[in-house]
């Protein structure tokens, strides 16, 4: 690279873009496609629990087991864009929840783990514990992540706080919408019917959850009130209802692939609002806005070019993939 071009990259935004704001946008939008991606694998294990037959739990295993690790890349892609682009908030954000950090980690590695061990042996004793773990694990990680984004929200400088609680709730529930509609996809004539009535009864009581966190935030923020009736913000809440309706009657009509985008959208909106009520802030506990923690402006662009051409890289991969084990899972299909 030409000192020229060196001078170019340091002497404002690339063609005059907002980068700040759009990395900003971006580290939610990672955020997000983790959450639903690895969403509905963790949904999956949650349901889990309510299989006793070996046949259906095979076929939850199978359903996933083509997935689950590869969704995992979009934690590390949003990990790794959050310190690259804002690493004060990364480092000041992490370390004032590393337990909740640990714990997620170690959800995530059980939740990886059990299905692995489950398959190793055909013992009811074996099976049953294992199974437990992958259940434990599926659950815990998307509770964490959520008391994690909670406490964000708000600025909690310690790990459990009440809207931590909330928000963990919240997105454990959605991540059953999620695991519901994805199962329906692809082991529809493996399962249960009433794995389906499962989904519409956690769609309900998502959004009588985001009503209650609502309700608590509006006490619990700087800007209350005026904050929660932002367009924005109203937006995404009449949007969840209307998805909540198309998610019910989609799965009782077996539109499957609708139903689980609208699992997908109930997900980003839910994002959204965490968004657009912190932003212009990006670290409320520490008091830091989005252009106070940005790095500057060479690394800024040059991560911005990087970012441009890789992304597309990863989200083909992504297609490929989903491609290539699209359809129902067979019969003779294991994990």
């Known amino acids: 690279m030409t000192s020229e071009s060196v001078e170019l990259l340091a002497s404002g935004p690339l063609f005059g873009l907002p980068l700040p704001t759009l990395w900003f946008g971006l580290v939610f939008a990672l955020l997000g496609t983790f959450l639903f991606l690895d969403g509905f694998d963790f949904g999956a294990g949650a349901i889990f629990a309510t299989l006793d037959d070996a046949g259906e739990r095979e076929a939850v295993l199978s359903a996933i087991g083509p997935f689950w690790d590869g969704n995992e890349v979009w934690l590390v892609v949003f990990g790794g864009a959050l310190f690259a682009a804002f690493p004060s908030v990364y480092a000041g954000l992490f370390s ?186 990006i670290d409320p506990a520490a008091g830091v806005t989005v252009g106070d923690a940005i790095v500057s402006t060479l690394p800024l662009n040059l991560m911005s070019v990087g970012a441009a051409l890789l992304l597309p890289l990863v989200a083909t991969y992504f297609a490929v993939l989903y491609s290539a084990f699209s359809g129902p899972i067979a019969a003779e299909e294991a994990y």
Do not use: C
């Open 96 to 281: 004032r929840h590393y337990l909740l950090m640990f714990g997620i980690l170690g959800a995530l590695i059980l939740r990886g783990l059990a299905p692995e061990m489950y398959e190793q042996r055909h013992d009811a004793r074996w099976q049953r514990w294992w199974g437990r773990s992958f259940v434990a694990g599926s659950v815990l990680a998307p509770f964490l992540l959520g008391v994690f984004a909670g406490n964000w929200l708000v600025g909690a400088p310690r790990s459990a706080t009440p809207i931590g609680v909330l928000v963990g709730v919240d997105v454990t529930v959605l991540t059953v919408v999620s695991g519901a509609a994805f199962l329906q996809l692809k082991a529809r004539d493996a399962l249960p019917e009433w794995v389906t009535q499962i989904g519409v009864g956690a769609v309900v009581v998502y959004l009588l959850g985001v009503v209650a966190t609502l309700g608590a935030l509006a006490v619990r923020l700087p800007a209350g009130v005026d904050a929660l009736l932002s367009a924005p913000v109203l937006a995404a809440v009449v949007g969840s209802v209307v998805l909540g309706a198309v998610y019910v009657v989609a799965l009782r009509r077996r539109s499957d692939v609708v139903a689980l985008a609208a699992a997908a959208g109930l997900t980003y909106a839910l994002i959204a609002v965490v968004a657009v009520l912190m932003y212009p802030m």
